[in-house]
Every structure is written in C-alpha cells, then in structure tokens.
C-alpha cells in the first residue's frame, strides 16, 4: 500500500486576526485504509479537511505546512490543478447537505453536472452513473427523486444524496464530514456499509466524527483532537483500548457506544456497540 495523502506541521490561522486555530497536525492516509478525526466541536477536525480539499477562503485564513497528494504539494499547485483534483481524486462529504446544494436547479441535474465536470462523459451516461449512486444510498424511487428540488427533499435524503455525489467518481479519497449525522440507524448502516465496500477496493477514508462507533466500525487508526492540536494519535485499538491522555479517557467514557472486551489471550480490544 501506498501512502495517498501525507499531511504535516499544518498550522491553519485567522488572517486578520492572526489567532492559531491548527496547530502542527499531521497524519498519512495509505490505500485502503481509514484515518478517523474524533474531538469536540471546535476543536478542529473540519478545518484540517477544508485546507486538505482547498476549501479554505485564502482571505480569511493562512494555511502553512505541507499537504502532499500522492507526492504532490497541494499548497502549491494553482487553482486549474486544485480543481482537477478535488472532487475527482479527492472528494468530500460534507455535513450540511442544505447549503451544499443549488436550490435552483433539480438534483439530477447536479449530480450530472458535477461528474461530467471531472470525466468528459456524454449527459445520458452521466445521468445513469448518479441514479446507480443513489440506489446504493438506499434513496426510494432514485429516477423521480433526480427530477426533484432540494427543497423538497428531507435533511436525510439531501446527505445521501451527497454520499451518492462523492461515491459515483470513485475517488482516491474520501473525507466524510459527519457523513451519517443526519441518518436514521438503518441509513447509517447502508451508508457505513457502502464505505467499508469501497475502502475494501483500496480507496482511502478520513472520517470526521464524534460518533465512537463509526470510528470503530471502519477506522483503522485515529487522531483525537482538541483545541486545534492532536493530543493522541496511534492504531484505533490501542488508543481506545489503552488511551494515554485523560482528554481521550473522557471522551471515551461519555461514549455509551464503545465498550471494552478481554480476551482469553489476555488482551484487550475495543468493539462498537452498534444498534
């Protein structure tokens, strides 16, 4: 496996008001494999992955260090390039699907948009690759639900559709901000299911959550952060099975989704508690 995106020193400031809001994150994501940010709200998690898909207005925030797509300087690169790849190598899965969406234009419309944005593909072709990518999120109905305006449409349904939008250009990597927040259990189960399929085909996952038991269910190593820094890092078993720092202890023990498990070898492994 190799590494797909390699972050360091990163250091994310208000520019006007030259207040430290990141301070020196760093972590690698390889092929195949699942980085879960978990913190509390502030503490920063989203910020890391808006400066990682260029989404930071460059007027009001001063991004520095170093964020390397397969070996290339992301920080570097012009506009033209940034486009490229975001969204297409590179996709996001944002936690507000209300303001991601055009109101004024039908969702169908979007989705083709947006993928024939990346791959030069003809609109007929375009539209049958977003009504596949909205069965697999379990929507109802998916070729009249593309005829349909987000404003007619539920929270829940609008942030599968976002799933549906990022998983249909089969990205290198994928960064789903609280991607299951707005979902039922059920939904969560189909959408957290649809990932592990993916990262099982080499695809690279950064799950934004507070959520324990999505960190468990798919993560393979995590970052807990607080207040702009990383305070614990390491194999998503070791830290919740043995976390070093009292900040991670309390965030686990407010978790009524972890629980932790002895084994007859003695050893000691997290599981999810997963209604």
Do not use: W
Request: proline residues 3%; positive net charge.
């Amino acid at each position: 496996m190799s590494d797909l995106l390699e972050v360091n020193r990163l250091d994310i400031r208000l520019r006007q008001e030259g207040k430290l809001l990141v301070s020196q994150a760093g972590f690698k994501v390889r092929e195949g494999r699942a980085l879960a940010v978990v913190g509390e709200s502030g503490s920063g998690k989203t910020l890391i992955c808006k400066a990682v898909m260029q989404l930071l207005s460059r007027r009001s925030f001063a991004v520095s260090g170093s964020i390397r797509y397969r070996g290339r300087e992301l920080l570097d690169m012009d506009d033209k390039a940034v486009r490229s790849l975001c969204g297409s190598k590179l996709a996001m899965i944002v936690q507000n699907p209300m303001t991601a969406l055009d109101p004024s234009a039908k969702i169908g419309n979007q989705m083709a948009e947006t993928l024939r944005a990346h791959l030069k593909i003809p609109r007929r072709e375009a539209l049958e690759a977003a009504a596949a990518a909205l069965e697999k999120t379990n929507l109802p109905r998916p070729r009249q639900l593309m005829n349909s305006y987000p404003h007619a449409l539920s929270g829940g349904m609008l942030q599968r559709i976002i799933v549906a939008m990022a998983l249909m250009q089969k990205p290198d990597l994928i960064i789903a901000d609280e991607a299951t927040t707005a979902l039922d259990v059920r939904n969560q189960g189909i959408i957290l299911d649809e990932l592990a399929q993916l990262k099982s085909t080499g695809i690279g996952l950064i799950l934004i959550t507070h959520d324990f038991a999505v960190a468990a269910r798919l993560a393979d190593d995590v970052i807990v952060m607080k207040e702009g820094r990383a305070v614990e890092a390491g194999p998503l078993q070791q830290v919740f099975a043995s976390p070093q720092e009292a900040y991670t202890r309390e965030l686990l023990a407010a978790s009524i989704l972890v629980r932790e498990e002895t084994h007859d070898s003695g050893q000691r492994a997290v599981q999810a508690v997963y209604h």
